[in-house]
């Protein structure tokens, strides 16, 4: 299963870090995406990384602020935010999926994280 942590509160602006702990599996056969799903919104696609590592992909809202990474000696997934602004707030989620994929929709994705909440707020 999958485990974000890294949420809170931080204004507009500024910078948060979430991390995604994989158990169960070797996160290193696996492409790793983020979602978020904010208040009376669809989930969305905000980054993926494929398996081998050698690929992202970015939602173009986030391009250029958000980074994708991952560390597969320690079974752990990262999204990097900056400058950082209100329409970011929302519910964010990591997911793994074992087909080589690139994709920022959901359906490839078999695990999912329990998702941590990201506020932006003065």
């Known amino acids: 299963h999958l485990v974000e942590s890294g949420g809170g509160l931080v204004q507009p602006g500024g910078s948060l870090t979430l991390s995604c702990a994989v158990a169960?599996?070797?996160?290193?056969?696996?492409?790793i995406a983020w979602f978020r799903q904010a208040p009376g919104k669809e989930r969305e696609g905000v980054a993926v990384?494929?398996?081998?590592?050698?690929?992202?992909n970015y939602a173009t809202s986030v391009k250029g602020r958000f980074t994708i990474s991952r560390d597969n000696a320690k079974n752990l997934g990262y999204l990097r935010m900056n400058s950082l602004k209100p329409e970011d707030t929302a519910v964010y989620y990591c997911?793994?999926?074992?087909?080589?994929?690139?994709?920022?929709?959901?359906?490839?994705?078999?695990?999912w994280g329990q998702g941590t909440q990201v506020t932006v707020s003065s």
């Open positions: 997911a793994a999926s074992e087909f080589p994929v690139d994709t920022l929709e959901s359906w490839p994705y078999k695990y």
């Open positions: 169960g599996f070797t996160l290193g056969g696996h492409a």
């Open positions: 990384q494929t398996s081998s590592g050698g690929s992202t």
